[in-house]
């Protein structure tokens, strides 16, 4: 189980350095593009790039926000209960979340096959859109790995790290 949880570690880690590479060079386009807009020459295309690029930020950072815990998640119900209820309504949660992101993964999956065979690029710099699909796709896989993982691993209440 360890080595599943490096694996899975190490490729969520590769994922949000590439978020993090994909967040800079939004900002910097976008600074770029007011800068010259204010200049009566605007970059062609930035919002098109924005807009990839955010859908790609979120699914990459997807599977190492599951890793840290950062996503919200309202107990106060929850942890008036016993342990052990705790637990099956903790794993119980989980598994929703897994059913969930599979459902998630089919219809990007059926949603890049489709913009791959009509070959859908965007409107104005006529970039091909299925691999942004493929890419919050993969995300979405490794999210999933990662509940995997939390499922199997967890044998604590609620709140185990």
């Not at 967040?23 to 204010?38: E, G, K, P, Q």
């Not at 104005?124 to 859109?129: E, I, N």
């Not at 995997?148 to 604590?156: A, P, T």
């Given at each position: 189980?360890?080595?599943?949880?490096?694996?899975?570690?190490?490729?969520?880690?590769?994922?949000?350095?590439?978020?993090?590479?994909?967040?800079?060079?939004?900002?910097?386009?976008?600074?770029?593009?007011?800068?010259?807009?204010?200049?009566?020459?605007?970059?062609?295309g930035v919002y098109e790039?924005?807009?990839?690029?955010?859908?790609?930020?979120?699914?990459?950072?997807?599977?190492?926000?599951?890793?840290?815990?950062?996503?919200?998640?309202?107990?106060?119900?929850?942890?008036?209960?016993?342990?052990?209820?705790?637990?099956?309504?903790e794993k119980i949660t989980?598994?929703?979340?897994?059913?969930?992101?599979?459902?998630?993964?089919?219809?990007?999956?059926?949603?890049?096959?489709?913009?791959?065979?009509?070959?859908?690029?965007?409107?104005?710099?006529?970039?091909?859109?299925y691999p942004v699909a493929?890419?919050?796709?993969?995300?979405?896989?490794?999210?999933?790995?990662?509940?995997?993982?939390?499922?199997?691993?967890?044998?604590?209440?609620?709140?185990?790290?």
């Amino acid at each position: 189980m360890e080595s599943f949880k490096w694996m899975v570690k190490r490729v969520s880690n590769h994922l949000v350095f590439l978020s993090g590479v994909i967040l800079c060079f939004t900002m910097c386009i976008s600074v770029a593009d007011v800068v010259m807009r204010n200049l009566g020459k605007p970059i062609m295309g930035v919002y098109e790039f924005v807009s990839i690029f955010g859908g790609l930020l979120a699914g990459f950072a997807l599977p190492h926000s599951f890793f840290q815990k950062a996503h919200v998640r309202v107990d106060m119900v929850v942890e008036k209960l016993p342990p052990s209820v705790q637990t099956a309504f903790e794993k119980i949660t989980r598994v929703l979340v897994l059913l969930f992101i599979f459902i998630a993964i089919y219809f990007l999956f059926k949603m890049a096959w489709n913009l791959a065979s009509t070959n859908t690029v965007s409107a104005t710099l006529k970039v091909p859109m299925y691999p942004v699909a493929f890419g919050i796709m993969a995300g979405c896989l490794v999210a999933c790995l990662v509940l995997v993982y939390e499922l199997f691993s967890s044998r604590k209440g609620i709140n185990n790290e």
